[in-house]
Antibody
Framework: EIQLVESGGGLVQPGGSLRLSCAAS????????MYWVRQVPGKGLVWVSH????????DYADSVKGRFTISRDNAKNIVYLQMDRLRADDTAMYYC??????????WGQGTLVTVSS | QSALTQPPSASGSPGQSVTISCTGTSSDVGGYNYVSWYQQHPGKGPKLIIY???ERPSGVPDRFSGSKSGNRASLTVSGLQAEDEADYYC??????????FGSGTKVTVL
């Protein structure tokens, strides 16, 4: 059974940093592109970032480019999202998800990030 | 990339059918046969229920079906059941391994 468990969310002041983690199990992690998607409470889903299976290629939404960094540790089966210079509009639930070939096949339960003073 | 357009709400009585629309552009919905639908219950992560416009993952009931015409996709839930009450999001591949999502539709079972 595929499991994705996000952690690392919390309350942070504007301008601060957080590192989110997503621990994966139940599949060959090193074969799969991984995604981060966020959702403002009560609103829709928004793609944030993704990373190729070997970590060599990454991409970011314009709203987070230059502030967020995605990375992965294939030995530990973990994907990370380093979030710097956080702003109030980064407040959201953050989900990691697996790429299933033109679809996001499996999702975690999310970790909540709140940016507020 | 702009979000795909969905109606904010839809409803039906148990046993009835409900159809949700998802409107995009030729750069996403109309450009690829890679439309997916996700079901999300309160406090839970999204769950894939339709992919490649009209295919169902293993374990998803055949009450869920999808279709597409031009820049518009649709999800139909037939034989509504209480457990179908949830938020539903469409998504489309948008090129360069990115995805765009819909604004979400809350389905209420009356």
């Amino acid at each position: 059974e595929i499991q994705l468990v996000e952690s690392g969310g919390g309350l942070v002041q504007p301008g601060g940093s957080l590192r989110l983690s997503c621990a994966a199990s139940g599949f060959i992690f090193s074969n799969i592109r991984m995604y981060w998607v966020r959702q403002v409470p009560g609103k829709g889903l928004v793609w944030v970032s993704h990373i190729k299976n070997d970590g060599t290629i990454t991409d970011y939404a314009d709203s987070v480019k230059g502030r967020f960094t995605i990375s992965r540790d294939n030995a530990k089966n973990i994907v990370y999202l380093q979030m710097d210079r956080l702003r109030a509009d980064d407040t959201a639930m953050y989900y990691c998800a697996t790429d299933g070939g033109w679809k996001l096949s499996s999702w975690g339960q999310g970790t909540l990030v709140t940016v507020s003073s | 990339q702009s979000a795909l357009t969905q109606p904010p709400s839809a409803s039906g009585s148990p046993g009835q059918s409900v159809t949700i629309s998802c409107t995009g552009t030729s750069s996403d919905v109309g450009g690829y046969n890679y439309v997916s639908w996700y079901q999300q219950h309160p406090g839970k992560g999204p769950k894939l229920i339709i992919y490649n416009v009209n295919e169902r993952p293993s374990g998803v009931p055949d009450r869920f079906s999808g279709s597409k015409s031009g820049n518009r996709a649709s999800l139909t839930v037939s034989g509504l059941q209480a457990e179908d009450e949830a938020d539903y999001y469409c998504s489309s591949y948008a090129g360069s391994t990115t995805y765009v999502f819909g604004s979400g539709t809350k389905v209420t079972v009356l």
